[in-house]
T-cell receptor, first 111, second 115 residues
């Protein structure tokens, strides 16, 4: 089983749609969790951290289920500018201080 | 404030040649990481420096890769001799503290092509 698994997509959605991405991780000792966003040929950038209680930032909601080792990202009211690859990232997987990345889920938002 | 900068942005070299990638982290960030993305694969950890010391180099693929961070500021990653499978995008990242929730800032990457 891969350390961090994501559905690669692509997810094709119209503007205004709600879309959800899921991610599972294998190491139960993982410490912290993030969603990064990567635009084509650009570097990854932090979108949001994921907290145990769940957290929301505008149109984005992240959830963590430690028992199931599962993380989710919900995007409401999708915008064209949301088109990107969303990377599930886990800290404390292979090493305490290292970030372990999923392959990413591609989102394409169309007019 | 300047972000993480990497040089060069692109490099095309022949198999067997040597290439050196450079990373300048954000000023004051003790933690510096190297990652690599090979086409079609996920971003993979290579190694982690805390100041000038190698904290974790478990991701380094083999002894053709040498990373240094003399003086605890910028870092270099040398590939010698380069092989075709070394092609990919090499990202450098830095963070202030190691700990839960600590954000890592990435450079724009060096796209290495070995032909």
């Amino acid at each position: 089983r891969k350390e961090v698994e994501q559905d690669p997509g692509p997810f094709n959605v119209p503007e205004g749609a709600t879309v959800a991405f899921n991610c599972t991780y294998s190491n139960s000792a993982s410490q912290s969790f993030f969603w990064y966003r990567q635009d084509c040929r650009k570097e990854p950038k932090l979108l949001m951290s994921v907290y145990s209680s769940g957290n929301e930032d505008g149109r984005f909601t992240a959830q963590l289920n430690r028992a199931s080792q599962y993380i989710s990202l919900l995007i409401r009211d999708s915008k064209l500018s949301d088109s990107a690859t969303y990377l599930c990232v886990v800290n404390g997987g292979s090493g305490y201080s290292t970030l372990t990345f999923g392959k990413g889920t591609m989102l394409l938002v169309s007019p | 404030e300047a972000g993480v900068t990497q040089f060069p942005s692109h490099s095309v070299i022949e198999k067997g040649q040597t290439v050196t990638l450079r990373c300048d982290p954000i000023s004051g960030h003790d933690n510096l990481y190297w990652y690599r993305r090979v086409m079609g694969k996920e971003i993979k950890f290579l190694l982690h420096f805390v100041k000038e010391s190698k904290q974790d180099e478990s991701g380094m693929p083999n002894n053709r890769f040498l990373a240094e961070r003399t003086g605890g500021t910028y870092s270099t990653l040398k590939v010698q001799p380069a092989e075709l499978e070394d092609s990919g995008v090499y990202f450098c990242a830095s963070s202030q503290d190691v700990g839960a929730g600590q954000e890592a800032f990435f450079g724009q990457g060096t796209r290495l092509t070995v032909v």
